[in-house]
Each structure stands twice: as C-alpha cells, then as structure tokens.
C-alpha cells in the first residue's frame, strides 16, 4: 500500500503514476501477462502491485481472461492480464467560433472518427453541447463506445490557464477578453466542462483551441519531430501556442502564445484587446481583406484574396506578403527569446501559399541571430480546422492514466 | 530486479529515478529508518527496494547504522539507513569572462562558502581550472569534503544546448559565437567538463553563464516564489534566460534567452552577432557608456554613469532611461508571446535603480496586452555576481540523484 496518496504532486503521487504508465506500457509491449509475469518485470510488490491493477481494471483500461481449458496444462488456471483494446479511447472536441469540430482515437491512438458542423456564431452554450450530442451520438454508430470513453479534450476560444482536471483549478485571468456565446471564459467554461462531462460520462480537460491546435501540430502535424514548436495562426484574429519541450506551455493564467497582440506599430490602430498596433490589427484576415478592398482589389471574403494572391494578382500578392512580413518581423524577436526549432503558420491566411511563407520566412530569417537562422525551419501547418480537435486528444494523452480511473462518475471533471 | 535499465528515458528508467526520490524523501522527512520500515512505507518490492538502497548507499548518499546495545531490547540487532548529511554537497563553479565565482551547498541546500577571483580576460582553460582548483582548496578547508561531493554544476560563456551529463550530448550551434580562451564553444566546453571532473573527482553539467544566473533568481533570488520567469541581464552584452514552469529552457542548440539579439533598430548599428540594429547596441554597459559620453557626459566606465544616474543627473539619467526604454519594448513581445509572471532585470546597469528600472516597466507595461499587465511583476535582480554560481548549484539539485551515483569516476561526466 502506498501511503499519502492525499499528495497530488508529492514523489508519491508522482511515482503512483509512473506505476501505472508501467503496468500499461508492460502490456502494450508483451501482451496479455500473468500477475506473476507482470511482477517480475516491473519490480513492484505484489500488493502494491494488486492495487495498481485493481485501479487499473475498474476502469476497464485493463481486463483479466483465464486461458480455455485446452491450452492449460494441469493445476488452476492462471488469469492473465490485457489491456482493452476499446478502453483508451479519447474524444477532442473543438468548439470554434462558427463551427464544432470532433475527433476520436483508439487506444492504439489511430484516428477513429472525426466530424465537423458549422453553426451560427450567435448558438449559445447549451446549443453547443447538443451539437456535440448530435456529432458523438453520430460517431457512436461506427466507432465510437462510450462506455469505454477514457476522457475529453475540448478547446474553446479565449485564454485558459491551464487544462485542469476539475472546475476551479485554473482561474481565468481577470478581465480576459471573453466572446459572448463562447464558453472560453470563466464560469462559461466550468459550466461547459460540467456539462460534457455529465452527458458523455468521462472527466473534460479544457484549453484554449488554437493552443490546442499548436499541440496537434506538434504531435501529428507539420511539426511532429520538433520538441520546441511555435504555432501562429493568422485567421479571424491572430493567436497562437508554444510547445516547449514537447509539452504545451500555458504562462501565467493562460496568456501564452498571444502572438497577435505583439506591438508593431507604435502609432498603429487600436486593437479590440486594448492594445495599440498589435500584430492583429495588420494580419488579422479581416485586416489583409481590407487592405487588399483599400488597394482597388474587389473580395468577398479572405478566401477570394488569398486565391487571387496564390494564381498571382500582384494587388493580393502585395497585401498578402506584407502581412507575411509583419508577422515574420514579430516572431523574430520571440524565435531570439525562445529558440524554437520550427515554426508553423496556420489559419486561413496559408491558403495564399508562398506569397505569404516566403516574406514570413525572409523577415524571420532578418530578424534572427544569424547563428539561428539555420537551425529554424518554417513550414504551414497541414491538420487544417480539426487540428485543435486532435489537439483535444493529444491533451488528453499528455495527461495521466490516472484519468481513466473515473469514466463514469457524473461530476467527472471533478477528479 | 528492474528490466530494462538500458533505457534511459523510458517509463523504467523515471520508475528507477521516481523510487530513489521516494527512498530519499521518506529518510529526509522521517530520520533514520529501519528496510522494514521504508519497505512499509514506499510500497517497492523486497529485492527492488534492496536494490536502489545498495546503490545509494554505495554513493554515500545514504548510510547505514546499527544502534548501540543499550537501546536494543533483543535479537538481532536492526540496521537503520540515514542520509548523510555531508553526502549533498554541490559546487557551483561560474567561469565569467574576467573572474571565477564558486559557490557550495550542502545537502540541506544551504550555501556553506562562497569565493571569488578576478583574472585576466585573456587567462586561458588551463589557468582558469588552476584557479578553480585553488579556490575549490580553499573551501575544503573549511566547508567542503571533496569525498562527498556529488555534482559540479560550471557555467560558461557563449550558448550550451543543454546541460549535458556527457560529452557530445549536446554539440554547440555551428558557428556559434565563442570568446577566445572562453570555454564556452564545442570542445572547450567538453574540455572543460573533462578536466574539472577528473581534478575535483565529480560529474560536471556544464551551462550558460546568464542562463544559470536566471535560474538562480528563479530558485534564490528575485523570483523565487515564480515558475515562469523572464531574466534579462545588461552588462558587457545583453543577454538572459529563461525558466519554464520552474524548468530552465535551452530551445534549439542553445539559442534561448538571446534578448539582447531581438532587432530594435532596423536601420540600427552592426551588431557582434552579425545582425543590424540588435537591444545589445543600445542598451549594453558599453552603448549606455558611449550614448552618455556622446551626450557630454564624463565617465571612465559603466559604474560612473549608473552612480551619476543613481544620484538624477540628467544626462545619465537621461541615457539609462533610453536604455530601458528599448529594453521594456523588446521584452514586451517576448512577454506576449510566453506570458512569464516575473521579469527579473541584472547586470552592471540595475546599479542605476528606478531610472533604468521605471523605464523598463513603463515599456513593458505599454507593450503587454492590457489583459496581461496586472500580472506581470518587474523586479531587479538580487543576487549579484555570485548569481551564476548558485545557479550551477540549482542545475545539480534540478538533476536526478542517480547522478550521486558515480561520485569517483575518473570520466565522471559520461555518465
């Protein structure tokens, strides 16, 4: 027995988690073992041992078979332990401005099932969650078993302080720029998790969406062989993620990655955040559509710029690469603090293709330390609007196996 | 018995290390304790538990003892393990570019002697580890014994990709700057390690100057009660470092913390770096010195103007407030970008107080998105010159205590 388990980040708590990732890794790698077999290779007593599998096999990630008869030789026969192949799987859900994006995986982390629906930006906080209803009931018929549903990653816009496993562990930051309609901040949020996590029966972890979309990129995307990762997405507004050390960095209450609301005009126009002549207010998509409109350039949405720029209209080309070097300029002096290796552009704005990456590319290169420039590498991202949905699930997996110890309680989020 | 202990950062090998923790943790929170009652206590496995106590204890990390007969009552008498309290020891070791600092620990981290040594910039590797070994003589004296001693933490001049325990873990950026007779760049630095861990008997992490200095104000100093640091030092070049969620980051072969290299300037002055118009040009010892000359100001070094500042002369208070102007502005971006709770500001120019350090804030504080202002805290930094020494000796104790493993090993830094 393990004393003090009170302790949720004492060396006890922590090493009570590395058993458990061990067991588990021993039955992914050997296959179905005896108690006896399972001891012998990890060095646990046999009571500690009893507990972690017991833990473990209440959650269903873990279940014992006895042999047929045929295949035992003599004696009473010896239970064997497997992990359940349905049991690790996970649900991401992106909650975007205008749309719901939903992605499973299964143990083996293989893509099982992703969808997505558009909704008016109006659709209120319970609309949402009967949406996500909707898309999951959808998933269930094929692949999707949600009594085996392991946890749920969600991203939301707006900042989050971190990805708690329960309501109150991560306050908001005061005053965080909140969207009406959105549960990104606050209570909204909690309410959210709460929500989900009662209809769909497993524990919620909520983040932010496009650092969810950063973490996606890291692990499956565009940067998926890169530990230190910086995300910009240039879209409705211009955000982002860090990815340091293979792990997704949040900052103090969750202001981390706000790469739009760099200054880079000191005299520039107002931002919606408060600030002056922030990134936003330049290569925002909205602002790259004005600014092609104020160039004589007729489009009806970002979309019809960003074409334009890629079959070469030098009007689209123009608005389009200038935006590309605000951003690379930015990100120099954040690349110089940090030394990420790679560094990947999203959002909308990547359709425009080279005449945007290449003048990223060339301020990023300027604006380094020349012993830097060769070691950075900058690529678009490529998981397109299901990244943060998938982020949602790289979150979940990030996370210990201890979450899988609560698939059904209704307050799941509460763990 | 532990499988598996080839591996070395799979589950195993953090199970191996999360039990040594454990076993140390449990004798430093309850004094001396019998195998029994460790083993009731930590939950390992007769064998595995006898395992990671020989292995520590063959380090002299822990001790065993049998209490003398009054106190027994009968049988066999039971043998009690203790950590040893000499057995911690650390040496911090700061090879700066025209002085040696040393610092040491014991195992209930508390400094226990300090030294430094100014020498000629040109002194070269072999000179410096001359001085280093006389000075390393001088606290044995008194408070070192060099058989106890469990691990050197040495910082350098110039970018280390990471705190190596061996050679060739972590080569240099290829061209990466280096000072002459400076160990900071590729072999000088494996040089380095190699000689000071054969001389003084111990393995040797070795890293940046500044970046152990931020560490030491994240475990020491300014900003001891923060995870997420920002320290930016002025002095001969602008340089800092950066601690992540308590952690201090690397990024990509090293370049991380290089504020001194975000371009303010576009149309600026050539910088060492290669770069145009880099913080470093402005707002160096150097170009603070020079700016306040140019202004008619008389003074031999940096240390005349900071005092001239420090006492509201206007020219000097003048350049020092340009100075952190450009300091604030570069560091708000950074600041957007990763969302740090503290920034911490040294070197030879915090001499000047409010002058540089208001300035600093201001420009922080108008660059930072509004939502993230009240949250961010600008303080000087409070540990000196000594600052990166004591950070060598964080580097140690942020190690795992299988480095206490290998305290005599003549090649004690490949491990």
């Not at 359709?351 to 990023?364: F, H, S």
């Not at 604006?367 to 699930?393: F, S, T």
Request: net charge neutral; with cysteine.
């Amino acid at each position: 027995m393990l004393c003090g388990m009170q302790q949720h980040d004492g060396p006890l708590a922590r090493l009570r988690r590395g058993h458990e990732e061990l067991v588990l890794d021993l039955l992914r790698r050997h296959g179905p073992l005896s108690r006896a077999e399972l001891g012998a290779r990890c060095g646990l007593s046999r009571t500690t041992l009893y507990d972690i599998v017991g833990d473990l096999a209440a959650t269903g990630a873990v279940v014992a078979s006895v042999p047929d008869a045929g295949q035992r030789r003599r004696g009473r026969p010896v239970e064997r332990l497997a992990l359940d192949p349905a049991a690790g799987q996970a649900i991401g859900i992106d909650l975007a401005r205008r749309a719901v994006h939903v992605a499973v995986v299964n143990v083996a982390h293989e893509v099982v099932g992703t969808t997505s629906r558009a909704h008016a930006p109006e659709l209120d906080l319970a609309g949402r969650v009967a949406l996500v209803e909707e898309m999951v009931d959808e998933l269930s018929g094929d692949s999707l078993r949600l009594a085996a549903l392991r946890a749920i990653g969600v991203g939301v816009v707006g900042p989050v302080a971190s990805a708690p496993a329960g309501p109150g562990d991560a306050p908001n930051a005061p005053g965080a720029p909140g969207f009406p309609g959105t549960p990104g901040a606050g209570g909204h949020r909690d309410a959210l998790a709460g929500l989900l996590a009662k209809r769909l029966g497993a524990p919620v972890l909520v983040d932010n969406n496009t650092r969810l979309a950063a973490l996606a990129e890291s692990v499956w995307g565009a940067a998926a062989d890169a530990r230190d990762v910086l995300y910009v997405r240039l879209s409705h507004g211009v955000g982002g993620g860090l990815v340091v050390d293979g792990a997704l960095h949040h900052g103090v209450s969750g202001l981390s990655g706000e790469f739009g609301h760099i200054s880079v005009e000191p005299r520039g126009r107002r931002c919606q955040c408060g600030g002056t002549g922030c990134l936003e207010t330049v290569a925002s998509a909205g602002a790259v559509l004005e600014a092609y409109r104020a160039a004589g350039g007729v489009a009806d949405d970002i979309a019809a710029v960003t074409a334009a720029a890629l079959a070469g209209e030098p009007a689209a080309v123009g608005v389009v690469a200038a935006a590309g070097r605000r951003v690379g300029t930015a990100l120099a002096a954040v690349c110089n603090a940090i030394g990420p290796s790679t560094v990947v552009v999203g959002g909308e704005l990547v359709a425009a293709g080279a005449a945007l990456t290449d003048q990223v590319r060339a301020a990023l290169a300027e604006g380094l330390m020349p012993v830097a420039r060769p070691l950075l590498d900058l690529r678009p991202a490529v998981l397109g609007e299901g990244g943060a949905a998938l982020g949602g699930i790289a979150l979940v997996l990030h996370r210990s196996p201890l979450l899988s110890r609560y698939p059904n309680r209704e307050d799941g989020d509460q763990s």
